[in-house]
């Protein structure tokens, strides 16, 4: 059993910045693949970065060149570095992780970028 902890979650201006971390139960080199979704009021559940092999990273196309993910694995916990934020940003961010052969998800936390 995996658990996932989000954390780094508030309200900011847009333009300002936040940075979330995921503390995961477990060696997070083999948890592959492992990143972030979010999910609007209103709208489904969207990817946002992953880590889907090795060092390899993806973004969704609206936060390219704005958000970064990264890990430390000696503290078992993905971060995802959020900069310019926007006010579409607004939404509960869920880390994930594939894992013994299932995925798991964090209980979100909630970002708010408003002025």
């Known amino acids: 059993q995996v658990q996932l902890v989000e954390s780094g979650g508030g309200l900011v201006q847009p333009g300002g910045s936040l940075r979330l971390s995921c503390a995961a139960s477990?060696?997070?080199?083999?948890?592959?693949?492992m990143g972030w979704y979010r999910q609007a009021p209103g709208k489904q559940r969207e990817f946002v970065a992953i880590i889907p092999s090795g060092d390899s990273t993806v973004y969704a196309e609206p936060v390219k060149g704005r958000f970064t993910i990264s890990t430390d694995n000696a503290k078992n916990t993905v971060y995802l570095q959020m900069n310019s934020l926007k006010p579409e940003d607004t939404a509960v961010y869920y880390c994930?992780?594939?894992?013994?052969?299932?995925?798991?998800w964090g209980q979100g936390t909630q970002v708010t970028v408003s002025s």
């Open positions: 477990g060696s997070i080199s083999s948890f592959r693949p």
């Open positions: 994930y992780a594939f894992a013994s052969n299932r995925g798991y």
